[in-house]
């Protein structure tokens, strides 16, 4: 399984990103689809998750300002930022693995890193 992030970068306080995650070896509407970010000395917090693309996620801080978004027939994943903060630089991965539970009806990705095993190698954002 290969996975890798692209749309990174800096971008002033307010302003959008667009992040991408392609994929191969693994079928992104298997299952669940992640987005975490990584700020240096923290552990890693799940931004965005999404079952197929059916139900999704969100952190508290950025909800109704980041939207992930899964186009199955392609194979990526994507993460819209909007009114970005300082507080949302870091380093933003894409993760993925079979790995939902039924939870209050419906399916749920779990938020902990230590459920994914497939990875993407980063892409950093950093907003000033």
């Known amino acids: 399984v290969q996975l890798v992030e692209s749309g990174g970068g800096s971008v002033q306080a307010g302003g959008s990103l667009r992040l991408s995650c392609s994929g191969s070896?693994?079928?992104?509407?298997?299952?669940?689809m992640a987005w975490f970010r990584q700020t240096p000395g923290k552990q890693r917090e799940a931004v965005a998750r999404?079952?197929?693309?059916?139900?999704?996620v969100y952190l508290d801080s950025v909800n109704d300002r980041f939207t992930i978004s899964l186009d199955n027939a392609k194979n990526i994943m994507n993460l819209q930022m909007n009114s970005l903060k300082f507080e949302d630089t870091a380093m933003y991965y894409c993760?993925?693995?079979?790995?939902?539970?039924?939870?209050?009806?419906?399916?749920?990705?779990?938020?902990?890193?230590?459920?994914?095993?497939?990875w993407g190698q980063g892409t950093q954002v950093t907003v000033s």
């Open positions: 993760a993925a693995d079979q790995n939902q539970f039924w939870d209050l009806g419906t399916w749920t990705c779990p938020s902990s890193e230590n459920d994914y095993n497939y």
């Open positions: 999404s079952y197929r693309g059916e139900s999704s």
């Open positions: 070896g693994y079928t992104f509407s298997s299952g669940c």
